[in-house]
């Protein structure tokens, strides 16, 4: 069972619409929750990061929260537009000793299709 | 300023040949990561660098997965000898060091295809 869990796997929405994502983690302690977008061809690029004392972060009409307590995060997409079509991944980044490292525990991502 | 690349974006190569991708990071930063991501599975951690040292190679496979990164600059990964399951996208990434929120760029990945 993967430690990142995201729902729904694809969702499509018309333009305008808002959406909202969720994503589940296990991994256990973690240093920071991240929210990337890819686009078909891409790598993915970095929405929001977020500690595990923050419990929202927003990034123009991307508004990410995070519950440490119930190991719970969500990405809110306000007045969907065209360009939002992609993959959105929700990425934990564990901790040890005090010290974020660099290895990434990703989900399998949320495509979303935003039509016109 | 240029961002993360990778070449090449495209291989396709036989089971059992040898391929080598590259990865040239943004400019000063010391951190350097490989991830793959296999056909309907997440993006999983390979391995890491600092500078020219692996800080965690935890990730890596198996032994026909040698990555280097000779200088502390660009990297390469070799995959000798490839197999099918080794099919899948390749992404590297960089950060300048390692802190709370250690920001990680992404390059656009190479897509490798084994028949």
């Known amino acids: 069972k993967n430690q990142v869990e995201q729902s729904p796997q694809s969702l499509i929405i018309l333009e305008g619409k808002n959406c909202t994502l969720q994503?589940?983690?296990?991994?256990?302690?973690?240093?920071?929750l991240r929210w990337y977008k890819q686009d078909t061809g891409r790598g993915p690029v970095s929405l929001t990061i977020?500690?595990?004392?923050?419990n929202t972060k927003s990034n123009g009409r991307y508004t990410a929260t995070l519950d440490a307590d119930t190991k719970q995060s969500s990405l809110h997409i306000t007045a969907s537009q065209l360009s939002d079509s992609a993959s959105y991944i929700c990425?934990?980044?564990?901790?040890?000793?005090?010290?974020?490292?660099?290895?990434?525990?990703f989900g399998q991502g949320t495509i979303l299709t935003v039509h016109p | 300023e240029a961002g993360v690349t990778q070449f090449p974006s495209h291989s396709v190569i036989e089971k059992g040949q040898t391929v080598t991708l590259r990865c040239d990071p943004i400019?000063?930063?010391?951190?350097l990561y490989w991830y793959r991501r296999v056909m309907g599975k997440e993006i999983k951690f390979l391995l890491h660098?600092?500078?020219?040292?692996?800080?965690?190679e935890s990730g890596m496979p198996n032994n026909r997965f040698l990555a280097e990164r000779t200088g502390g600059t660009y990297s390469t990964l070799k995959v000798q000898p490839a197999e099918l399951e080794d099919s899948g996208v390749y992404f590297c990434?960089?950060?300048?060091?390692?802190?709370?929120?250690?920001?990680?760029?992404f390059g656009p990945g190479t897509r490798l295809t084994v028949l």
């Open positions: 990434a960089s950060s300048i060091r390692l802190t709370t929120y250690n920001e990680q760029f």
């Open positions: 994503c589940n983690y296990t991994v256990s302690p973690f240093s920071n």
């Open positions: 977020m500690t595990f004392s923050e």
């Open positions: 990425v934990v980044s564990p901790t040890a000793g005090g010290t974020s490292y660099g290895k990434l525990t």
């Open positions: 400019s000063g930063h010391d951190n």
């Open positions: 660098f600092v500078k020219e040292s692996k800080q965690d």
